[in-house]
């Protein structure tokens, strides 16, 4: 059962093209991970999946309606989140706060209630709070809970907008470079989090560099080079496809080419 | 023995008690009834610089033409009983109204633009309001003003048998007005509506990825933070008895932004002690008084350079690391 498919989708940004004609869908449960060299336009298809960017050619679709060029609030509402290679951390919020921020579409209600503080108001609260503690577990920063956002250090804010993405109970999970910046053993906990997300039923699709992570907890890989698709199936295969190897080699003939190859 | 607190109190609660606490205790301290006056104006300033922290501390948006709605608010009371014999109570009340329904209107084009652009729009929205309330003089009088009815609760109070001085009794109202505005925003803070508000303060993309309608909530920031205004035009005619087209002025928005982001830009507390500061000192240092807007534009400049989250959170920040 396909909950996103992506069709031929493209942008150009001055007369230069950084994504045209990528399509592949996504399913419940199962991981797709996006990989490339850098500047393959991994980033950009997100931000067009997810709203942020208006594709110029190519439809999105998410349970067969087509949601090509919906803000990032109304694919919120059909159940996309998201989080950011570059990080869109609220830093002068706490912790906590970022968290239920993220629990925005279950928590909202009428700002005059909020205004006059009604006891609807407050139970909504109430309730996300609890549930964004749970989260803030979960990603293993309850200890940080009370502390303002900008104090943590990379990796944590890295998991922060996880908990944030995870707090809107999403079907569909967008995760760009989840991992970047973390050591090891962080790497391994995003690793083992975001398969046991996927195993509650969510579609995840993945962008990471770690081609140790992408292979061991990825379904299905899409690899772009130059805004363009050039293979896709199960990670053994992808990593064995003459077109792959030579896209890393050509773009890095070191670090990341290994990486695809072992 | 019981601990004096079940539980720590919080930052809304701390907030409303340090501000009743010197509502209700600095009469005690004033060598005379001018100094009632003084509260009363601090008071009004405090509730439009309130509205405002909800606008520039919440969701982060500029306002540079607020002045135009405290016009709006101040004029209705002073032309409802005459046009359209409202009591100036319903006057105050429609003035809002009114105001809310503008800014609704105003706010929806505005708020598209960013930074320097919507500064911008809005300074020149509040001097087409001034324009307006100074050139149509067959109804607002010109720039000669116009006077403004009695509110009336004086006289209510004596019928029921209370005395009390009108310098005194504008104290007592103005600051019971400024801590339902406070306990109203303080409210807001940490509600859905607040955390929406926050967050497309901090990364407007990152708002909208979790669901916020962000032109709305921008808009219903300016919306409230206009009623502010309005309210605060509204008793600053009905305690002066008196309008002119100036309470509009371009000069007036630049105080009450001036006032937000001195005591810090985020908090209710930071508002009150910028409004406080700022409508003190040129009433008690009367020297002053000819240099205001010099010294309102220093202040704001100093402010910007070495204190660019307010006197209260760099404060705060200070004593923090002289502890540690
Ligand atoms: N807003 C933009 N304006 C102009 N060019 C852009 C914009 N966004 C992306 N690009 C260009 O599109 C191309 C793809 O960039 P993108 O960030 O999607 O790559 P990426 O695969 O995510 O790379 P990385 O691995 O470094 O994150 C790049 O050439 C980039 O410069
Ligand atoms: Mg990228």
Redesign the pocket.
């Known amino acids: 059962m396909t909950l996103l498919s992506v069709e031929g989708l493209g942008i150009d940004?001055?007369g230069?093209t950084?994504?045209d004609g990528v399509g592949f869908t996504a399913e419940p449960g199962r991981i797709v991970s996006v990989i490339?060299?850098?500047?393959?336009?991994?980033?950009?298809?997100f931000?067009m999946i997810s709203g942020v960017?208006l594709p110029h050619r190519g439809r999105v679709r998410l349970d067969g309606e087509d949601v090509t060029g919906l803000a990032p609030n109304r694919l919120a509402e059909r159940g996309l989140s998201r989080t950011f290679?570059n990080l869109q951390v609220f830093l002068r919020m706490s912790v906590l706060d970022n968290v239920m921020a993220g629990r925005h579409l279950a928590e909202r209600g009428s700002t005059l209630a909020d205004l006059l503080g009604l006891p609807s108001t407050r139970r909504r609260s109430r309730e996300t709070e609890r549930a964004a503690r749970a989260l803030l577990e979960r990603v293993g920063l309850e200890r940080a809970a009370e502390r303002e956002a900008s104090a943590l250090s990379y990796g944590a804010l890295k998991r922060l907008e996880i908990a944030r993405a995870l707090a809107a109970r999403p079907r569909l999970l967008l995760l760009d470079?989840p991992a970047a910046g973390c050591n090891p053993v962080e790497t391994e906990e995003i690793d083992a989090l975001i398969a046991a997300i996927a195993a509650e039923g969510v579609a995840v699709l993945l962008?990471e560099?770690d081609m140790k992570l992408v292979m061991k907890i990825s379904h299905h890989v899409v690899v772009?080079d130059h805004?363009e698709k050039i293979a896709e199936g199960a990670p053994e295969a992808v990593a064995r496809d003459p077109k792959v190897v030579e896209a890393y080699l050509g773009a890095h003939a070191g670090r990341e080419g290994s990486h695809a190859l072992g | 023995m019981r601990p004096l607190f079940a539980k720590p109190i919080s930052a809304k609660q701390a907030t409303l008690l340090v501000l009743l606490l010197l509502i209700a205790v600095a009469p005690a301290f004033f060598p005379s009834n001018f100094y009632y006056r003084v509260g009363t104006l601090i008071f009004i300033n405090g509730l439009a610089v309130t509205g405002l922290v909800v606008l520039i501390g919440y969701a982060g948006q500029i306002s540079l033409g607020h002045a135009g709605f405290a016009g709006l608010g101040a004029y209705a009371c002073a032309l409802g009983p005459v046009h359209l014999g409202l009591p100036p109570a319903l006057s105050l009340v429609l003035g809002a109204v009114l105001s809310g329904l503008l800014a609704w209107l105003v706010g929806r084009p505005i708020l598209r633009l960013k930074g320097h652009y919507l500064a911008i729009a809005t300074l020149g929205f509040g001097v087409l309001v001034s324009m307006v309330l100074a050139n149509e003089a067959w109804l607002t009088g010109g720039p000669d003003g116009m006077a403004v009815a009695d509110l009336g609760l004086r006289g209510l109070l004596k019928s029921a048998g209370i005395k009390v001085g009108n310098a005194e009794l504008w104290y007592w109202l103005a600051g019971l007005i400024l801590l339902a505005g406070a306990w109203l925003a303080l409210n807001l803070k940490d509600s859905p509506s607040g955390r929406a508000l926050r967050s497309l303060h901090d990364s407007e993309v990152a708002a909208r990825t979790v669901g916020v309608d962000v032109a709305r909530y921008k808009l219903s920031a300016f919306v409230i933070s206009a009623v502010y205004a309005s309210v605060s035009g509204s008793l600053l005619a009905l305690t002066n008895r008196f309008v002119t087209p100036d309470i509009a002025n371009f000069l007036h928005s630049i105080e009450l932004v001036t006032m937000t982001v001195l005591g810090g830009a985020g908090t209710v507390i930071g508002a009150a002690t910028g409004a406080l500061l700022l409508t003190a000192l040129p009433q008690v240092l009367t020297a002053l008084q000819e240099y205001e807007h010099i010294v309102f534009g220093l202040i704001m400049m100093l402010v910007m350079i070495f204190l660019p989250d307010g006197l209260l959170p760099s404060l705060h920040r200070l004593l923090r690391r002289r502890v540690s």
């Open positions: 940004f001055g230069v950084a994504v490339g060299p850098n500047g393959a336009g991994k980033t950009t298809l931000n960017y290679q470079e962008v560099h772009l805004g």
